[in-house]
């Protein structure tokens, strides 16, 4: 029989309460507070960073997982589709050079923009998310321009304000980690019309259940 990952502690990362809510309820209606925390941490990289280090400092998680919203710069992901975002990148850290973006590996400085999720988390629901690259912005894009330019040149497939942040916190703590999104818009000028935030959400949470479950907790 091959062995299952049951995880003895998981620790749950959002940056919103709302992106979140249906899980919280699953949670507390099964009764899995002694197996679950779940941590708040607000919008963006430094909230993310401090808010996950504090807490990793605090106690220790057998795994991390992040859920969340994400822009999809790929039409071929529908709104409402759940991704697995295993290679990251912080995608406006570095220097410009008139029109050249240098990354810190062009700059010569020690680090990496580029973030490579190699956590190996045994969990049949996990293992058919599409993973996908991504990027991790203060500014989310909504300038045909940029948008184009941020494209070519590290060609994701999502965008968010944290989840870099989140895979490098995790790293450094050195503990198995996911981030798990639902797109909730295309990476475009900004057009409500075209978001479907209740849809990504109602699709985030339906998977994140079923990834709980799969652990068998």
Request: with cysteine.
């Given at each position: 029989?091959?062995?299952?990952?049951?995880?003895?502690?998981?620790?749950?990362?959002?940056?919103?309460?709302?992106?979140?809510?249906?899980?919280?309820?699953?949670?507390?209606?099964?009764?899995?507070?002694?197996?679950?925390?779940i941590?708040?941490?607000?919008?963006?990289?430094?909230?993310?960073?401090?808010?996950?280090?504090?807490?990793?400092?605090?106690?220790?998680?057998d795994?991390?997982?992040?859920?969340?919203?994400?822009?999809?710069?790929?039409?071929?992901?529908?709104?409402?589709?759940?991704?697995?975002?295993?290679?990251e990148?912080?995608?406006?850290?570095?220097?410009?050079?008139?029109?050249?973006?240098?990354?810190?590996?062009?700059?010569?400085?020690?680090?990496?923009?580029?973030?490579?999720?190699?956590?190996?988390?045994?969990n049949?629901?996990?293992?058919?998310?599409?993973?996908?690259?991504?990027?991790?912005?203060?500014?989310?894009?909504?300038?045909?321009?940029s948008?184009?330019?941020?494209?070519?040149?590290?060609?994701?497939?999502?965008?968010?304000?944290?989840?870099?942040?989140?895979?490098?916190?995790?790293?450094?703590?050195?503990?198995?980690?996911?981030?798990?999104?639902?797109?909730?818009?295309?990476?475009?000028r900004?057009?409500?019309?075209?978001?479907?935030?209740?849809?990504a959400?109602?699709?985030?949470?339906?998977?994140?259940?079923?990834?709980?479950?799969?652990?068998?907790?």
């Amino acid at each position: 029989m091959n062995s299952i990952f049951v995880p003895v502690k998981i620790l749950i990362v959002a940056a919103s309460e709302n992106e979140i809510n249906p899980l919280r309820n699953f949670i507390e209606v099964g009764k899995m507070q002694s197996s679950v925390d779940i941590l708040i941490t607000g919008i963006g990289s430094v909230a993310t960073a401090y808010a996950l280090t504090k807490q990793l400092q605090k106690k220790k998680y057998d795994l991390a997982l992040n859920f969340g919203l994400a822009g999809s710069f790929n039409t071929d992901l529908e709104i409402g589709s759940v991704v697995n975002v295993t290679q990251e990148h912080f995608a406006d850290l570095g220097a410009e050079d008139g029109e050249i973006f240098l990354t810190l590996d062009e700059m010569g400085f020690a680090g990496s923009n580029e973030i490579i999720n190699e956590s190996e988390i045994k969990n049949k629901v996990l293992e058919l998310i599409p993973q996908v690259c991504g990027i991790t912005v203060n500014t989310v894009h909504g300038n045909e321009m940029s948008i184009e330019k941020v494209f070519n040149r590290f060609h994701p497939n999502s965008e968010s304000m944290e989840g870099a942040a989140f895979l490098y916190c995790c790293m450094q703590e050195k503990i198995p980690c996911a981030q798990v999104r639902a797109i909730s818009n295309f990476v475009e000028r900004r057009n409500k019309d075209r978001w479907n935030i209740p849809l990504a959400i109602e699709h985030l949470n339906r998977n994140a259940i079923e990834i709980l479950k799969a652990f068998e907790i």
